[in-house]
């Protein structure tokens, strides 16, 4: 089994990574059955990567040395093989119960991770008062920082610095689950980056997560700007995770406005390759769209874009924008949003309004980003 580091994998959207290119250590991120073939070169037998994978994904273990069912000797001598525990860096908590999160990973880059609780009867209280928590869900990043440099969005303006691995996206959902002292029911691939430019180990992640820390497939969604040929090659895994499409705007000509990488690829193209996915899948797609006051929330944009989702068995989430210092958008009125919503209603699609969690701690969509050092 390869020891090499997990950055020097290739992306491409080639099939998921079976055992013999899983580059273990970290440990994080394998299966029960990679753990088995690892702990045999060892000279272990192959029930003692049983034992790891319960220490490491549902004991909280974030060394080897924890591992007190281990044999003392051995223990002793993989001590330092590291599991892919990040450290907390920083912490926040919103009035709402959103928990902002900024990891340290082994190499010293920080990544930002939200876990939003959502409770019944529609208290959201930071209490902790686990007997009214319904959902948990995990915002996680794929990337430090982000190429696409979106204008409204505060993650790529500080540029990107490079992939996540594999155990570095599990590792995220893992300490949103261990501080709340609760399952995570669901996650969203909406934190910092791009999941369609590192889609190895996202695709990696997906199956860990599915198969490993146990959330259903359904309860996933990947969020992407649209990169070419992507969303097409990510259809051929028949995934059962939900796929939402940032899309923003109705036409070329304002997308590419808000996009950088719109120009080279352009909407109706993207268009056409989710109508393909659609086809592979048998699967709806989101379409998101932040909406910016005066930009792209008139009623008449909101008709062209009835009009370009015609045909789609869609949803649109709309995101009423969350400001960010570096540009003025603003936010629009809500009888502003309320029209947008009604006409895209009229042409019967499916709308619901996202209002972000979390904003006063500043872990709302699109203000992620580094700024606690
Ligand atoms: N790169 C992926 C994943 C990031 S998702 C993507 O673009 O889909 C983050 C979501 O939050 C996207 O829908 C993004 O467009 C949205 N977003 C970014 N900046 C925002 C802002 N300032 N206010 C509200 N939503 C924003």
């Known amino acids: 089994m390869s020891v090499n580091s997990p950055s020097t994998m290739s ?23 990679e753990l088995g073939v690892w702990v045999q070169q060892q000279g272990q037998p192959a029930y003692r990567g049983k034992q790891i994978h319960d220490w490491i994904y549902n004991q909280g273990a974030r060394s080897l040395s924890e591992i007190s069912v281990l044999p003392k000797q051995w223990r002793s001598q993989i001590a330092e093989v590291p599991v892919g525990r990040s450290t907390e860096h920083f912490r926040s908590q919103a009035r709402d119960g959103t928990v902002k999160y900024l990891l340290k990973l082994a190499d010293g880059e920080i990544v930002e991770t939200v876990g939003i609780p959502n409770f019944k009867w529609g208290k959201n209280v930071p209490t902790g008062d686990a007997s009214n928590l319904d959902r948990l869900t995990v915002c996680v990043s794929t990337q430090v920082g982000c190429p696409m440099a979106c204008d409204f969005c505060a993650t790529g303006k500080g540029g990107f610095k490079r992939n996540l691995t594999r155990a570095e996206i599990v590792d995220q959902v893992l300490t949103v689950q261990e501080d709340f002292k609760e399952r995570v029911s669901n996650i969203v691939f909406m934190g910092m980056g791009e999941p369609l430019l590192n889609v190895n180990h996202v695709l990696g992640a997906i199956h860990c997560l ?12 990947v969020s992407t700007v649209g990169i070419r040929d992507r969303i097409r090659q990510f259809a051929q895994h028949h995934l059962q995770v939900t796929l939402a499409v940032s899309l923003h705007a109705p036409n070329q000509r ?47 944009h909101a008709a062209e874009l009835a009009r370009l989702l015609r045909g789609f068995q869609n949803h649109v989430n709309l995101i009423p924008y969350n400001p960010i210092n570096e540009v003025d958008y603003q936010r ?13 209603q009229q042409q019967h699609i499916t709308v619901s309004v996202r209002y972000s969690r979390g904003l ?9 980003r580094v700024n606690k050092s």
């Open 210 to 221: 599915n198969k490993d820390v146990g959330i259903g497939q359904r309860n996933l969604t």
């Open 360 to 368: 006063e701690a500043d872990a709302a969509c699109g203000q992620l």
């Open 254 to 300: 304002l997308r590419q406005q808000l996009i950088p990488s719109a120009n080279s690829y352009p909407i109706g193209d993207l268009m056409a390759e989710c109508r393909e996915y659609v086809e592979i899948t048998g699967r709806r797609i989101t379409f998101e769209y932040v909406l910016l006051a005066g930009v792209n929330d008139l009623p008449e």
């Open 11 to 33: 992306d491409s959207s080639a099939a998921v990574p079976h055992v013999s290119e899983i580059a273990i250590p970290p440990l994080l991120g394998a299966s029960v059955a």
């Open 332 to 344: 629009p009125e809500s009888d502003r949003i309320n029209a947008f919503v009604q006409i895209l």
